[in-house]
């Protein structure tokens, strides 16, 4: 079984039944609402779930090792189909 390779450097967004919830201490929360599946994410995690659903341009700059922070969090998530690209100009829900 092959896989689609997706251009990650691009804006992304959730999946069409994932939820995002931002909690007050800074994590976050992904919920599938077809399946019901979760993720949970700590403090860290969330900042940098929050990096790639903002916009791509606010990425650059980043340094070497961040970037591939950012890259293979993204392959993760999309992979698991969490995250989805975006269309250009997407919302990042």
């Known amino acids: 079984?092959?896989?689609?390779?997706?251009?990650?450097?691009?804006p992304l967004r959730?999946?069409?039944d994932v939820t995002l919830t931002r909690l007050p201490f800074g994590g976050a929360v992904l919920v599938?609402?077809?399946?019901?599946a979760l993720l949970e994410c700590a403090?860290?995690?969330a900042a940098v779930l929050g990096a790639?659903?903002?916009a791509p341009e606010r990425?650059?700059?980043?340094?070497?090792?961040?970037a591939a922070v950012l890259e293979r969090t993204a392959s993760?998530?999309?992979d698991?189909?969490?995250?989805?690209?975006?269309?250009?100009g997407g919302d990042g829900r």
Do not use: K
């Open 32 to 36: 599938n609402g077809r399946t019901l």
């Open 1 to 10: 079984m092959q896989r689609t390779r997706h251009d990650l450097r691009g």
């Open 52 to 54: 790639l659903l903002t």
């Open 76 to 78: 993760r998530l999309v």
């Open 14 to 16: 959730c999946a069409d």
């Open 80 to 88: 698991a189909g969490w995250l989805v690209p975006a269309p250009t």
């Open 43 to 45: 403090e860290p995690d």
């Open 59 to 66: 990425r650059n700059g980043l340094d070497d090792q961040m």
